[in-house]
């Protein structure tokens, strides 16, 4: 990308002469532009890294439960009438699930964000092409240059979205699992189990549309958006 852009701001430059020439060649910007985008595209992988990394973690904490109930040596053992110990193992998972949800939304809103940095560079190197030609450059560019795109909030047609779609409804069944165990010792007598589920299930939604509108309002947290 560095060298393909650097050719293309150098050969600007060559076709065009005098003054203009001088204002076409390679300038410090265009060096801090290129850089810029080196930058943002390693750190966007590495986030696109971090965030598999991340939900490969989530399928193994979400493992460990069921691991433990199945070597359990009671074979009479009801999942819904668990010992202490086995029942605190299912409500860490849903409270750490959370956690993990609420961490993995902003590290794709990260991600997200160095997309749109991207996109304003091509749209710096955009402009220069125009400067000089040729007509009609907009045909040959098929990655957008809107830094306002793609939207934090993706809606449901996303891979990613589905991905904390599955968290959500994961931590919300350990949860269901949890809510039946305290109905069972008597301990829970405001709501259902599966009420209470139903809504740790809206909790991740409401969260993750909240804080993409947040970051559509405020991209860097402590910046105002152009600032």
């Keep these: 990308m560095q060298a393909v852009l650097g050719e293309a701001v150098t050969v600007m430059g060559e076709r065009t002469g005098g003054e203009e020439t001088l204002g076409l060649e390679k300038t410090p910007v265009d060096e801090f532009m290129l850089s810029e985008y080196q930058t943002i595209?390693?750190?966007?992988?590495?986030?696109?890294?971090?965030?598999?990394?991340?939900?490969?973690?989530?399928?193994?904490?979400?493992?460990?439960?069921?691991?433990?109930?199945?070597?359990?040596?009671?074979?009479?053992?009801?999942?819904?009438?668990?010992?202490?110990?086995?029942?605190?193992?299912?409500?860490?998972?849903?409270?750490?699930?959370?956690?993990?949800?609420?961490?993995?939304?902003?590290?794709?809103?990260?991600?997200?964000?160095?997309?749109?940095?991207?996109?304003?560079?091509?749209?710096?190197?955009?402009?220069?092409?125009?400067?000089?030609?040729?007509?009609?450059?907009?045909?040959?560019?098929?990655?957008?240059?809107?830094?306002?795109?793609?939207?934090?909030?993706?809606?449901?047609?996303?891979?990613y979205t589905w991905i904390f779609a599955t968290i959500a409804f994961l931590d919300s069944a350990y949860a269901l699992i949890f809510f039946e165990n305290l109905k069972n010792k008597g301990l829970l007598h405001c709501f259902g189990p599966w009420q209470l589920a139903v809504l740790f299930f809206a909790l991740h939604l409401v969260l993750y549309w909240l804080f993409s509108w947040i970051r559509t309002k405020r991209e860097i947290p402590g910046v105002a958006n152009g600032a």
């Design 41 to 159: 595209a390693s750190a966007h992988f590495d986030l696109h890294n971090g965030l598999r990394q991340n939900f490969r973690f989530y399928l193994g904490l979400v493992a460990v439960p069921f691991t433990v109930f199945a070597v359990y040596k009671d074979v009479n053992l009801n999942i819904f009438s668990l010992p202490t110990v086995l029942l605190l193992m299912f409500a860490v998972v849903p409270f750490l699930g959370l956690l993990m949800f609420l961490s993995m939304i902003n590290t794709r809103f990260d991600i997200i964000l160095y997309t749109r940095a991207v996109n304003a560079v091509r749209a710096y190197f955009k402009m220069r092409a125009e400067r000089i030609g040729p007509q009609g450059f907009e045909r040959f560019l098929k990655l957008p240059t809107d830094k306002n795109k793609p939207p934090y909030f993706e809606g449901f047609l996303r891979a």
